[in-house]
């Protein structure tokens, strides 16, 4: 196997060895860190809607940061997190990150669709470099989603390639929209010399920072209104680098909480942040560690390229919607086996989703009934699945594609 060549190390932090981040300063210029620059910078002079996007220009030449984003679902129950934290070298376009998961055991398992996770608790270790996306599977390989795969892979493998951005290295919701914000109103100037920017960002943007089944949620409402918009805030400190970004979405829980299959039960506060520190600190460099990287367009295949009767592993891919997953021999562990496939071309009626998944629940149920009974002893809930890969209309005439799928233990 190859041997890894850009795995990231951040060359600025290490451990004390009392468990203590110990960071690495910058020579001293003789002037105290605290100290604020002698006058605010030429940014704050451009025209106020030219002043974020300027900021995040000099955010980028700084040449790295520190960064985390979350997306905090606030409740009595315990808060709900999603988070990724990471250094970014926006000279080399790469990046290393954690993404975690936690939702306290008082919430219902019924959640966790809406928000996209399949465990209460997890931890992905991630590289972006190149445009690649490198996953760390839980044997210590890598898993590697290339750029330059080809269109129907990279389709199904959008959920990993994503974390590859434009607007930042690792890509993030807030940092496309703080790519994209045009300031309308005039920031206000706080103590230690940071400019604050309050806007409004639309039922678009509001979707770009939830899930899925959440952003759905929010689609369901026919029109763009207090519903469905949200306040935002940018925070550019005074030597005009972006150090905060925050959404408050509470304005939009009604709508999620009306729309969303779960409801969101307990959740009484939203937030989404994204924070920047440590710039020009955190460098991502080149470390040879001897690790191996596999090619995931050549480990992993599509569900519905696959036979029925085929058992497959897809808890090792760095993804969460099964549409790709490792084909085993049903002798060895793995976590789903595909029962059977669905081809629809019916006329359209309606909701062409809601029709379509309707239509293909229907066929897998009894494809599952008359499934060999070896198979069915090897299911985890004596329940079935099914996959979307395609959906489309023609004129007056649904077309789709679904796979039949159950999970084992």
């Given at each position: 196997?190859?041997?890894?060549?850009?795995?990231?190390?951040?060359?600025?932090?290490?451990?004390?060895?009392?468990?203590?981040?110990?960071?690495?300063?910058?020579?001293?210029?003789?002037?105290?860190?605290?100290?604020?620059?002698?006058?605010?910078?030429?940014?704050?002079?451009?025209?106020?809607?030219?002043?974020?996007?300027?900021?995040?220009?000099?955010?980028?030449?700084?040449?790295?940061?520190?960064?985390?984003?979350?997306?905090?679902?606030?409740?009595?129950?315990?808060?709900?997190?999603?988070?990724?934290?990471?250094?970014?070298?926006?000279?080399?376009?790469?990046?290393?990150?954690?993404?975690?998961?936690?939702?306290?055991?008082?919430?219902?398992?019924?959640?966790?669709?809406?928000?996209?996770?399949?465990?209460?608790?997890?931890?992905?270790?991630?590289?972006?470099?190149?445009?690649?996306?490198?996953?760390?599977?839980?044997?210590?390989?890598?898993?590697?989603?290339?750029?330059?795969?080809?269109?129907?892979?990279?389709?199904?493998?959008?959920?990993?390639?994503?974390?590859?951005?434009?607007?930042?290295?690792?890509?993030?919701?807030?940092s496309d929209i703080l790519a994209e914000?045009?300031?309308?109103?005039?920031?206000?100037?706080?103590?230690?010399?940071?400019?604050?920017?309050?806007?409004?960002?639309?039922?678009?943007?509001?979707?770009?920072?939830?899930?899925?089944?959440?952003?759905?949620?929010?689609?369901?409402?026919?029109?763009?209104?207090p519903t469905t918009q949200a306040p935002?805030?940018?925070?550019?400190?005074?030597?005009?680098?972006?150090?905060?970004?925050?959404?408050?979405?509470?304005?939009?829980?009604?709508?999620?909480?009306?729309?969303?299959?779960?409801?969101?039960?307990?959740?009484?506060?939203?937030?989404?942040?994204?924070?920047?520190?440590?710039?020009?600190?955190?460098?991502?460099?080149?470390?040879?560690?001897?690790?191996?990287?596999?090619?995931?367009?050549?480990?992993?295949?599509?569900?519905?390229?696959?036979?029925?009767?085929?058992?497959?592993?897809?808890?090792?891919?760095?993804?969460?919607?099964?549409?790709?997953?490792?084909?085993?021999?049903?002798?060895?562990?793995?976590?789903?086996?595909?029962?059977?496939?669905?081809?629809?071309?019916?006329?359209?009626?309606?909701?062409?989703?809601?029709?379509?998944?309707?239509?293909?629940?229907?066929?897998?149920?009894?494809?599952?009934?008359?499934?060999?009974?070896?198979?069915?002893?090897?299911?985890?809930?004596?329940?079935?699945?099914?996959?979307?890969?395609?959906?489309?209309?023609?004129?007056?005439?649904?077309?789709?594609?679904?796979?039949?799928?159950?999970?084992?233990?």
């Open positions: 196997m190859p041997v890894l060549a850009l795995l990231l190390a951040v060359v600025t932090a290490c451990d004390d060895g009392t468990g203590t981040r110990v960071e690495r300063t910058a020579p001293s210029t003789g002037q105290s860190a605290a100290q604020p620059p002698a006058g605010p910078h030429p940014l704050f002079k451009k025209q106020v809607r030219d002043q974020v996007s300027a900021a995040h220009s000099v955010t980028e030449k700084t040449g790295s940061a520190h960064f985390v984003s979350t997306l905090v679902y606030g409740s009595a129950k315990g808060d709900i997190v999603q988070r990724d934290e990471g250094d970014q070298d926006y000279t080399t376009q790469s990046a290393s990150a954690e993404h975690t998961f936690l939702m306290p055991a008082a919430h219902p398992a019924s959640l966790l669709e809406d928000l996209n996770e399949d465990t209460r608790k997890s931890r992905q270790s991630l590289i972006v470099a190149d445009g690649d996306v490198l996953h760390h599977t839980s044997s210590g390989r890598w898993l590697r989603y290339s750029s330059a795969a080809g269109s129907e892979f990279a389709k199904k493998a959008d959920e990993m390639l994503s974390h590859s951005g434009e607007a930042a290295p690792y890509r993030t919701p807030l914000l045009s300031a309308e109103n005039a920031p206000k100037v706080q103590p230690d010399g940071t400019r604050r920017y309050t806007e409004k960002i639309n039922r678009q943007s509001v979707g770009q920072l939830l899930p899925d089944a959440l952003r759905a949620a929010i689609w369901q409402e026919n029109k763009d209104g935002l805030t940018v925070d550019v400190d005074a030597k005009g680098r972006v150090t905060r970004i925050e959404a408050n979405l509470d304005g939009v829980l009604p709508v999620l909480k009306k729309n969303a299959a779960s409801h969101l039960p307990g959740v009484r506060t939203l937030r989404a942040q994204y924070t920047l520190t440590h710039f020009g600190r955190a460098i991502p460099a080149p470390a040879p560690v001897g690790a191996t990287v596999d090619d995931a367009e050549k480990l992993l295949v599509a569900l519905q390229d696959m036979k029925p009767g085929t058992c497959a592993d897809s808890k090792d891919t760095g993804m969460k919607v099964k549409q790709l997953a490792r084909p085993v021999d049903c002798g060895k562990r793995h976590d789903l086996r595909v029962f059977g496939q669905v081809a629809i071309d019916e006329p359209a009626d309606g909701d062409e989703e809601q029709q379509a998944d309707s239509i293909a629940m229907d066929e897998c149920g009894r494809k599952y009934d008359s499934m060999p009974a070896g198979w069915r002893s090897d299911t985890i809930d004596n329940g079935y699945y099914t996959q979307r890969s395609d959906l489309s209309t023609l004129g007056d005439t649904l077309k789709g594609a679904y796979t039949c799928y159950f999970l084992t233990p």
